[in-house]
């Protein structure tokens, strides 16, 4: 979970102002972010796609005490689609999967939904990922393997893979299963991000990066 803090100094805030102003009217604005801990509901994702609401994500907070199950694969769970890759690119350069609507296969992507894929008989678990950077010329619709990070992670899906996506997860292999504790409002840099709270449960920057890997968890509150 995004929250924003106050620039560190006068001079920090000085110069985001100077920026502010110069962006001002562009829609977006530079601010101070850092990380707390929190999760989303798939119910929720699939109810704000239905109603075209995009943009307004819907996180519960963590608190000590819930009870979590952090899932590495999937066994069982919901398939909000199912099917060989084939990609139309009349419609799009990059492609968008044949025999179905632009505004699902692409809201499967940018919800990062939680899906199998199968290549050349190699079976890898990971989220779904809307891949951009400069030089792709628009977004490449990928995959990213939980477990790994960064460019190590990421497959771009070609015609022929097989791919199953899960509208929310039941049952897999465990990566991790306990009680959530978080410490005090108290933040600290790790490597180039900042975080509101340590987690006692498990090792900060991990917990950090399995939050990264959008990981499917099940929760059940304190």
Known sequence: MNVELPPESEAAKADMDEMNAKLKGLGFRTCRLAYDWGYQTYADIFARAKQRKHHE?????????????????????????????SLNHKRYHHGIQKGMRTEKWVGMFYNQLPARLERDGDVKFGALEPFSETGTEGTIWSFCEYGKDGYDALVCLKDGDKLTVYKNVCEGEVEWEGAIDVGPVDVKKLKWHEVVRDTNHMDTQ????????????VVIPS
């Open 57 to 85: 994500e819907i996180k519960q907070p963590f608190k000590s005490g819930d009870l979590v199950k952090v899932f590495k694969t999937v066994s069982e769970g919901d398939v909000a689609w199912e099917g060989t890759v």
């Open 206 to 217: 991990k917990w950090l990066e399995l939050s990264f890997q959008r990981r499917p968890v």
